[in-house]
């Protein structure tokens, strides 16, 4: 089980700027706790961040209701599959697969097709040039699975670690990150390069296969005891050092700061980069047991 000590949702709208007549961020947040206890408990943050080359509003408009609503359908129903179907888990188990690996195994399965839904609704919907990204944090079950496709990044914060760090829990679909995994730049050096701007795989790709199961990154790992979860638009958690940003939230976490006074310090260090893209942050202070 896991609670939630402290909520932060914060979203700029910068659809009116001039610079970017289409650009527009969402984010959902929601939490549920279906019966029994044992297994219902959860938490779902969503970020979508609109293209403002590519009709952005339309397209997190489109495609956040498809996916929130597969989401929560299908976690609901795992929720009761766990909950009343013991003697099923009973024999997976006995078979060699654990609740773990079952749960990892239907979990990746639901948000991926969950974020394929929608966009495949998006494409009918909107044939041309309507993009966006999504990330998606899930904490279910003693677990957190994350998935993402574009460059809207997931972090987390481990209280318990010797050393604040913030852990990368999505990949960078864009030509920066593309660049970071050939070894030609670091995570820094690739700040406020033109690689940043130039996504790989976005929600409303035309072709299909580039939205197959090897592009849709899933992730998955045990709940620390102590932790900081962060989703976010680019524009808000890539553009600054990940070192920078953790020593910033550890001291405000040292300080009994609320959420809160950390996103207007970013925000303020965001803005002296020069950065004009909207920022968009989730924030959940978590203690898991």
């Known amino acids: 089980m896991f609670e939630i ?3 932060l949702a914060y979203s700029e709208d910068c659809f009116d700027r001039p610079h970017k007549p289409g650009n527009r961020d969402l984010c959902i947040c929601a939490d549920f706790d279906s019966l ?3 297994f219902g408990k959860g938490m779902v943050r969503i970020v979508m961040d609109g293209m403002s080359q590519g009709h952005g509003k339309e397209a997190v408009e ?3 209701p498809v996916l929130y609503t597969n989401l929560i359908g299908e976690l609901m129903h795992i929720s009761r599959e766990l909950s009343h179907r013991a003697e099923d888990i009973g024999s997976r188990a006995d078979a060699g697969i654990s609740i773990r690996e079952y749960l990892a195994e239907r979990m990746r399965t639901i948000l991926l097709d969950s974020i394929r839904a929608a966009n495949k609704v998006l494409r009918r919907s909107h044939p041309e040039e309507t993009y966006c990204t999504v990330s998606v944090a899930v904490v279910f ?3 957190l699975f994350t998935a993402n496709v574009g460059d809207s990044p997931i972090l987390l914060m481990n209280r318990a670690a010797p050393e604040p760090e913030l852990i990368p829990l999505y990949h960078m679909d864009n ?10 730049l670091t995570e820094e050096t690739a700040l406020h390069t033109e690689y940043q701007n130039g996504l790989l795989r976005f929600l409303g790709f035309e072709r299909w296969d580039l939205l197959d199961d090897g592009n849709i990154h899933f992730r998955m790992m045990p709940l620390p005891e102590s932790f900081v979860l962060l989703l976010g638009s680019d ?7 990940r070192r920078e940003m953790a020593a910033m939230l550890d001291r405000h976490l040292n300080n009994e700061a609320p959420l809160a006074e950390f996103m207007q310090e970013l925000k303020q260090a965001v803005g002296q980069t020069g950065s004009t893209d909207d920022f968009t942050l989730l924030m959940d202070l978590v203690i898991s047991d």
């Open 36 to 38: 029994p206890a044992q």
């Open 235 to 241: 524009g808000a958690l890539a553009q600054l050092p």
């Open 175 to 184: 030509m920066a990150g593309e660049r970071i995994d050939r070894g030609e």
């Open 141 to 143: 079950h003693r677990y």
């Open 5 to 7: 000590k402290e909520h």
């Open 62 to 64: 489109t495609a956040a």
